[in-house]
């Protein structure tokens, strides 16, 4: 008995199509293994139709007020929650993570931040009007951008889909999406929900791979693009948009330290940083898998890290004692068991290392010690289940080993010396520092990082900026 696969769509100018030219891509569930569902692997052709959509439908949200456009983002946010069941569903088999994880931890943020981007539509900021040259007043006016294209990443295909169409259309900007050719049956869903919310072409889903998105950037339409992806696909989008000169908007690799004092509360340190460090099988940017620890409590951390490693469960989307889920691919499952693999003689696996069963993309919560600076373990972003720990002897080496990787997107600082934590959020070269914890989230708070972790902040206010532009008018009191 043949089971019929799920057919996913385009959603370009309020109406659902397949590919152009027919292509589609198989979309595989990670927890089983096994393909869903299939969707359109777009080309030159659907990116066009969708600029054209979202570039006809932009003067008119443009001139929308801000109330109107509030009003439409708290519609949606409260559709989403009416559908909260659904979506964490597909989000599910896009991606293998557990479902009341999902419900709990990732659907009511993201309806959150729905809603704040809806208030923050009504608070343009900007200098206030005056004469700042006689005879002459100054006015500010904060406008939208244009059309936006924006390449989504598959940890969290929802909640990074939030994070790109929010502000965006908050602004008054139209918006093309492109979500991960893995993951894209969350985003058509919500693309399904928004149908009847957004005038036709504000908001326009293209499915597709690389060269889709790499179609998307570089097309002459959009004004801005933002992407949410590895450091590569940040560089060569940066490269492409400069090409006519675009706005660019990237949230790329991380590598965050994790930085325990002898002083710090252990088990509390422990117990936060596991579930910091694996939770979504370690697939997130700000994941705290580069631990720090001060040589005097090393090897009783290591201890019970290790322990609370073999605690930690993952498993299938159903199960409601796991974690976390697989991996994304097979690609990432051999990516994460290679750095293993690689481990230099020094090095030592404390827990776990290996991957759980044959079916679907799970590995094991894995803790690795005896690590130096230059391993690559250290200096690269595994993006999986794999926490690594190292030694230090003070302040100062703490920061230079904290510091001395290319990524500076989120950090954390464990100890109940106000001065010290003071001082390390001062010297850390992150976009985030957290003290005595790790990876919590505010809409009101800017997300992004320096170096090779990108540039623009996602959430807050001036996330919501990183979409408007800046236009000065200045009018002769003489008439």
Same mark, same amino acid.
């Not at 904290?402 to 600082?413: H, K, P, Q």
């Given at each position: 008995?043949?089971t019929?696969l799920?057919?996913?769509r ?5 109406e659902?199509k ?7 891509t198989e ?9 869903y569902?299939t969707?359109?692997?777009s080309?030159q ?14 003067p ?8 109107? #456009? ?13 559908r909260?069941?659904e979506?964490?569903a ?9 479902l ?11 309806v959150?931040?729905? #809603?704040f981007?809806?208030?923050?539509a ?8 005056? +004469?700042y ?9 904060r +406008?939208p951008v ?10 969290y295909?929802?909640?990074?889909a939030v994070?790109?169409?929010?502000p965006?259309?908050a ?6 999406l ?6 894209p049956a ?17 908001f326009?889903v ?11 950037v570089?097309h002459s ?16 989008v ?12 990237l ?16 088990a ?5 940083i596991?579930?910091?460090g ?8 700000t ?11 090393h ?6 890290l ?19 889920g697989?991996?994304n691919?097979?690609?990432?499952l051999k ?6 693999e690689r481990l ?12 759980v069963g044959?079916?679907?993309?799970f ?7 005896g690590l130096?600076?230059?391993d ?13 720990v190292q030694?230090f002897?003070?302040?100062?080496q703490?920061l230079?080993?904290a ?12 100890t109940k010396?106000?001065g ?5 959020s001062k ?5 985030c520092v957290w ?6 989230l ?8 320096f ?10 206010a ?6 408007? #532009? ?6 002769s009191?003489?008439?």
């Amino acid at each position: 008995m043949t089971t019929e696969l799920r057919r996913l769509r385009n959603y370009i100018g309020g109406e659902f199509k397949d590919a152009a030219d027919g292509r589609t891509t198989e979309v595989v569930n990670p927890a089983t293994g096994e393909v869903y569902a299939t969707a359109p692997l777009s080309g030159q052709a659907d990116v066009d139709a969708a600029m054209a959509a979202a570039a006809a439908a932009f003067p008119g949200w443009r001139d929308t007020t801000p109330s109107e #456009r509030q009003k439409a983002l708290l519609k949606i946010a409260d559709a989403f929650e009416a559908r909260a069941e659904e979506l964490v569903a597909a989000e599910s088999e896009n991606t293998g993570k557990p479902l009341a994880l999902t419900a709990s931890e990732e659907l009511p943020p993201m309806v959150d931040q729905i #809603r704040f981007f809806a208030g923050a539509a009504r608070l343009l900021e900007g200098r206030s009007a005056g +004469e700042y040259m006689d005879g002459m007043t100054s006015i500010i006016r904060r +406008e939208p951008v244009g059309v936006c294209a924006q390449v989504a990443p598959w940890n969290y295909p929802m909640m990074m889909a939030v994070w790109k169409f929010a502000p965006a259309i908050a602004a008054g900007n139209t918006v093309v999406l492109k979500p991960s050719d893995t993951t894209p049956a969350s985003t058509v869903l919500m693309a399904e929900i928004i149908d009847s919310i957004l005038p036709k072409g504000v908001f326009n889903v293209v499915c597709g791979d690389r060269e889709t998105g790499k179609a998307m950037v570089e097309h002459s339409t959009p004004a801005m693009a933002s992407i949410t992806g590895s450091v590569r696909a940040g560089m060569q989008v940066a490269e492409s948009a400069s090409k006519d000169v675009k706005r660019v908007h990237l949230e790329l690799g991380g590598k965050a330290p994790v930085v325990v004092f002898e002083d710090a509360d252990l088990a509390k340190a422990v117990e936060d940083i596991a579930v910091a460090g694996y939770f979504n099988a370690g697939q997130d940017c700000t994941a705290a898998t580069r631990v720090l620890v001060h040589e005097s409590i090393h090897d009783e951390f290591v201890a019970a890290l290790a322990k609370a490693a073999a605690e930690t469960k993952t498993g299938q989307p159903d199960d409601e004692d796991v974690l976390y889920g697989p991996l994304n691919n097979p690609n990432q499952l051999k990516q994460v068991a290679g750095f293993i693999e690689r481990l230099p003689a020094h090095a030592k696996v404390e827990a776990g290392g290996h991957r759980v069963g044959d079916k679907g993309f799970f590995y094991a919560p894995t803790v690795v010690s005896g690590l130096k600076q230059d391993d690559e373990i250290i200096q690269n972003e595994v993006f999986g289940p794999v926490i690594t720990v190292q030694s230090f002897s003070d302040e100062s080496q703490a920061l230079e080993y904290a510091n001395g990787v290319e990524f500076a997107l989120a950090s954390s600082v464990w100890t109940k010396d106000h001065g010290r934590a003071m001082r390390m959020s001062k010297n850390l070269d992150f976009g985030c520092v957290w003290i005595n914890t790790h990876i919590p989230l505010v809409a009101e708070m800017p997300h992004g990082g320096f170096k090779k972790s990108g540039y623009g902040k996602d959430l807050s206010a001036y996330g919501f900026e990183d979409y408007t #532009r800046i236009k000065h008018v200045m009018t002769s009191l003489d008439g």
